[in-house]
């Protein structure tokens, strides 16, 4: 099994820039897709970025897209997500989630099968 483990959450400012890192174990990252999903308290999860196995990235919302990015690097089975200009709405838990499958999930659940606990961003002056 895959276990995935994420960090680098933090209080930001709002126009300010943080980058998350979500650390994987278990077996070759290159088999799986991995992305990055958020909630807010009160709020529907929702997808910011995913990869699948055999390349290509899904952007699932409009308002994160040319703001935040991807990358990984399956040799030393990390993934980033840079975030920039952030918004208080941006302000959730940010989740790291993987599945075997090699393909990336689609709303309300996303169906990816390993997810971390979570990083908490707040955004706020």
């Known amino acids: 099994q895959l276990q995935v483990v994420e960090s680098g959450g933090g209080l930001v400012q709002p126009g300010g820039s943080l980058t998350l890192s979500c650390v994987t174990s278990g077996f070759p990252l290159e088999w799986y897709a991995i992305g990055w999903f958020r909630q807010a308290p009160g709020k529907e999860r929702e997808g910011v970025l995913c990869?699948?196995?055999?390349?290509?990235?899904?952007n699932y919302a409009d308002s994160m897209k040319g703001r935040f990015t991807m990358s990984r690097e399956d040799a030393n089975s990390t993934v980033f997500l840079r975030m920039n200009s952030l918004k208080p709405e941006d302000s959730a838990v940010y989740y790291c989630?993987?599945?075997?499958?090699?393909?990336?999930?689609?709303?309300?659940?996303?169906?990816?099968?390993?997810w971390g606990k979570g990083t908490l961003v707040t955004v706020s002056s």
């Open positions: 990869s699948n196995s055999g390349g290509g990235t899904i």
């Open positions: 989630a993987a599945d075997v499958s090699g393909s990336c999930g689609s709303p309300p659940y996303f169906n990816m099968d390993y």
